[in-house]
């Protein structure tokens, strides 16, 4: 049974416009969550994270929406640049977990220029 | 700064044949460490973590086993390699529970 759910394994945006990356999940022990981005080959780099403290958070191009109630949380990349192509995992942990994430499946972002 | 390493980056191992796969991190002291595998088609799945030499906690029963022979050490071993055990295998290390954790570059493993 997956805790995390990325149910669209691929997104395409053009150059220069909103991306919208969205996850779901079935825990509500969860306190913490995090995204991470992707390139083939390498390890995944950390991008941004929310505590269920808050509802949005901001860096940058990117910011984190957690939504609690319906257990769903997205990432919004704007502008996009060509850059952004990789594959995007969301994560999500709870306190006394040791730190320990699930990962969802990943969507591969697509930006055209 | 904390830096983590792993290695190799790239092994083709026959089926049968033991694996012995390292991650060390530098820059700080008791980290928790984690092994991670992503199959093709799948997210990463967390395989071992470890939050002290010698502690080793099993998420998934396979054919693979994790070793802390000191702190900032962690090894991924199999006896004997079976072809579903082909993957992209990921180390990570973390400050504690619920921050951030920042993975080395992965092993790209492939059992023929």
């Known amino acids: 049974d997956q805790q995390v759910k990325q149910n669209s394994p691929s997104l395409s945006v053009q150059e220069g416009r909103i991306s919208i990356l969205n996850c779901d999940y079935t825990?509500?022990?969860?306190?913490?969550f995090l995204w991470y981005k992707k390139y083939p080959a390498e390890g995944p780099t950390f991008l941004i994270s929310?505590?269920?403290?808050?509802d949005k958070n901001e860096d940058g191009r990117f910011t984190v929406f957690l939504n609690k109630s319906a257990k769903h949380l997205s990432l919004h990349i704007v502008p996009s640049q060509p850059g952004d192509s990789a594959v995007y995992f969301c994560?999500?942990?709870?306190?006394?977990?040791?730190?320990?994430?699930?990962f969802g499946k990943g969507t591969k972002l697509s930006v055209k220029p | 700064s904390q830096t983590i390493h792993q290695w190799p980056a790239t092994l083709v191992q026959p089926v049968g044949s033991p694996l012995s796969l390292e991650c060390t991190v530098e820059?700080?002291?008791?980290?928790?460490l984690y092994w991670y595998r992503q199959a093709a088609g799948r997210g990463l799945q967390l395989l071992f973590y470890?939050?002290?030499?010698?502690?080793i906690s099993s998420e998934v029963p396979q054919n693979l086993s994790a070793s802390r022979p000191q702190d900032r050490q962690f090894i991924l071993s199999s006896k004997k390699l079976l072809l579903s055990d082909s993957g992209f295998y990921l180390c990570?290390?973390?400050?504690?529970?619920?921050?951030?954790?920042?993975f080395g570059q992965g092993t790209r493993l492939t059992v023929v």
């Open positions: 994560a999500a942990s709870r306190q006394g977990s040791q730190g320990n994430l699930i």
């Open positions: 825990n509500s022990m969860f306190d913490y």
């Open positions: 820059g700080t002291s008791n980290p928790n």
């Open positions: 990570a290390w973390s400050a504690g529970a619920s921050t951030e954790a920042f």
């Open positions: 929310i505590s269920s403290i808050k």
């Open positions: 470890s939050v002290g030499i010698g502690q």
